[in-house]
């Protein structure tokens, strides 16, 4: 049933309140079609968990909230699985599911918010894994033709926080289940040094994908806001990937500047320590701010505009710019 005027402030992790002019969920292609029929002409919002999204203002066209559930094996052989889930699963309980059914591979990404639809959407990395390292394949419908096309991961064009849905065929495609490639002999993936200690802290030296997730889930519950708690959409910012050059010129006054290894040539710094740097960790403004145990996150304490939120991100986008010369790139999608 498609309802007008609805507010869209339990449907976004930021609880920002803000009326779609239609809404409506959807839980099979049939249901989409049928939706997608009835305002042909209207700007057109996907939803899934809206764990990446800001509104700015309402949205005057129709929002469609993803719920195409489904789970199944589809391929099986002795050392691999391909799964198959329809886009409408919530992401973490389909991490966990894998993990009980002995499959590896996406147990770093565990307690990520959202649906499995949006996890190619921006590549959804954490904790040394990103999704396109287990992926396999996706079915996605096309909005103008109504056809189903599959891509594989090279025609997803993965990048870090990107993929083709992002760019060229923004807008064009509603995903409606994703592939994944899973181990049945884990190779266990604990580069991401926070991982180690956690483990460590935890008395374990031999690690199963169950315990990986255990320290996953910890060390994000640590510092990432719960948004059931504190309206929020993650990391509001992509860290920046520079030339070495500027990495130096940092490192010249901060010496401990973190910096990670990215395509050759250039390095990725860490944006929630320019944040830091630059005096944003733990700032409120009114109800709103800069979180304080991680300064990659604004935060609505209740009650914020997006309007509000976007223009701090402008701010701190400023002032990062004038004291490191690094210009920062807003992560969440913007409406
Ligand atoms: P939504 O916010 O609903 O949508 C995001 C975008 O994808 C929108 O443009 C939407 O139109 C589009 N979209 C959604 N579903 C579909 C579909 N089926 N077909 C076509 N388009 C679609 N991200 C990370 O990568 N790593 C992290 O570690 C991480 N940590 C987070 C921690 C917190 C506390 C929060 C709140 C967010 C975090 N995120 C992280 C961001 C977010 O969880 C991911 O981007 C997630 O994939 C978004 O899923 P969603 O279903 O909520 O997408
Ligand atoms: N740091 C600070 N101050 C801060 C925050 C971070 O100095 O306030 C430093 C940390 O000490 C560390 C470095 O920055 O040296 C990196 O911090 P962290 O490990 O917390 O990760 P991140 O780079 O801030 C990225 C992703 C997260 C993902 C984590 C774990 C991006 C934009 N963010 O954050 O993804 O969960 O790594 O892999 O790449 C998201 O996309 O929404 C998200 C939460």
Request: with cysteine; glycine share 8%; proline share 4%.
């Amino acid at each position: 049933m498609i309802s007008e005027n609805q507010n869209l402030k339990p449907f976004n992790t930021f609880s920002i309140s803000v009326n779609a002019r239609h809404f409506s969920t959807f839980a099979s292609v049939e249901e989409l079609q049928s939706a997608l029929s009835q305002f042909p002409s209207e700007e057109l919002l996907i939803l899934g968990g809206g764990s990446n999204v800001l509104f700015t203002q309402d949205f005057n066209g129709l929002v469609l909230r993803n719920e195409i559930k489904g789970f199944e094996v589809v391929e099986e052989t002795a050392d691999h699985v391909i799964v198959k889930a329809g886009a409408g699963e919530v992401w973490h309980e389909f991490v966990l599911h894998c993990i009980n059914l002995g499959f590896a591979g996406l147990e770093n990404l565990s307690l990520i918010p959202g649906s499995v639809g949006a996890s190619p959407m921006q590549n959804i990395g954490a904790y040394g894994v990103e999704i396109k390292d287990v992926f396999h394949s996706l079915d996605a419908y096309h909005i103008e033709t109504g056809e189903i096309h599959s891509f594989d991961a090279k025609s997803c064009e993965f990048g870090y926080r990107e993929s083709v849905f992002k760019r060229k065929f923004k807008g064009q495609y509603v995903i409606i289940s994703v592939e994944f490639k899973l181990s049945k002999n884990p190779a266990i993936n604990t580069s991401y040094g926070a991982i180690e200690s956690e483990l460590t802290k935890m008395g374990i030296s031999n690690p199963t994908i169950k315990d990986i997730s255990n320290a996953v889930i910890a060390i994000r519950s640590s510092k990432l806001p719960n948004p059931k708690e504190i309206g929020n959409a993650g990391s509001f910012f992509k860290n920046p990937v520079v030339d070495q050059a500027v990495v130096d010129a940092i490192l010249v006054n901060h010496p401990d500047a973190p910096n990670y290894p990215a395509e050759p040539g250039k390095r990725k710094l860490a944006a929630g320590w320019l944040i830091e740097q630059a005096g944003w960790k733990g700032k409120t403004l009114d109800n709103y701010g800069v979180h304080k145990l991680q300064a990659l996150v604004l935060v609505n304490y209740g009650g914020a505009t997006g309007q509000q939120i976007w223009d701090l991100s402008g701010a701190i986008i400023a002032s990062i710019e004038e004291k490191f010369g690094v210009t920062l790139e807003r992560e969440v999608n913007i409406l």
